[in-house]
């Protein structure tokens, strides 16, 4: 079994910035991506940011420059750092983890409101 929990998400003013975690832990062999997608009401899950293992990392064109994703692998944990938040980047961010051979888990997810 394995668990994702994310943390980090609350209430900021644009401009903003807050930092958000993700852990994986259980059975876990080998990670390979790790991201972060968020999600609106009446509105589809959308990619904001991944980086592989080894450390490329790819976004979305609207947070380029400021979000910057990491991770620590020997933690299984990815960060999401994001500055200048605007009001737009409120949402429900989850949190995935792909596991060589058996697929994406996905975190409960945090809500991230940013108010002008």
């Known amino acids: 079994q394995v668990q994702v929990v994310e943390s980090g998400g609350g209430l900021v003013q644009a401009g903003g910035a807050l930092n958000l975690s993700c852990v994986a832990s259980?059975?876990?062999?080998?990670?390979?991506?790790m991201g972060w997608y968020r999600q609106t009401p009446g509105k589809q899950r959308d990619l904001v940011a991944t980086?592989?293992?080894?450390?490329?990392?790819n976004y979305v064109d609207s947070v380029k420059g400021r979000f910057t994703i990491s991770r620590d692998n020997a933690k299984n944990t990815v960060y999401l750092q994001m500055d200048s938040l605007k009001p737009e980047d409120t949402a429900v961010y989850y949190c995935y983890c792909l596991l060589w051979g058996r697929g994406k888990y996905w975190g409960q997810g945090t809500q991230v409101t940013v108010h002008s």
């Open positions: 259980g059975n876990i062999v080998s990670v390979d991506n």
């Open positions: 980086i592989t293992s080894g450390g490329y990392t």
